[in-house]
Nanobody
């Protein structure tokens, strides 16, 4: 069982930066693939970024590639999402998730946080 708690969301102007954190409970954190998804009002939840269990492999949605960076610290049971050059279309609730497979589909993930709101003003 893994419990996830996101933090770091907020209101930022276009072009600004935010760093999201997701703290996890459980002794098996380092064995899970971790991912960030986001959901804007009226839209489906979409993949943002994923990182492998040992942190050696990462993948990004095309819409955030070059602007966002996912990382993890297995000694702190925490995964991060550094978001730079933010755009109004990045506005969404951001969720972290944990799963056993390196995938980009929400249904592959077993555990989810409650989400944190990111709002980018133009």
């Amino acid at each position: 069982q893994v419990q996830l708690v996101e933090s770091g969301g907020g209101l930022v102007q276009a072009g600004g930066s935010l760093r999201l954190s997701c703290a996890a409970s459980g002794r098996t954190f380092s064995t899970y693939t971790l991912a960030w998804f986001r959901q804007a009002p009226g839209k489906e939840r979409e993949f943002v970024a994923v990182i492998s269990a040992n942190g050696g492999i990462t993948s990004y949605a095309d819409s955030v590639k070059g602007r966002f960076t996912i990382s993890r610290d297995n000694t702190k049971n925490t995964v991060y999402l550094q978001m730079n050059s933010l755009k109004p279309e990045d506005t969404a609730v951001y969720y972290c998730s944990a799963g056993r497979r390196y995938r980009m589909y929400a249904q592959e993930y077993d555990y989810w946080g409650q989400g944190t709101q990111v709002t980018v003003s133009s």
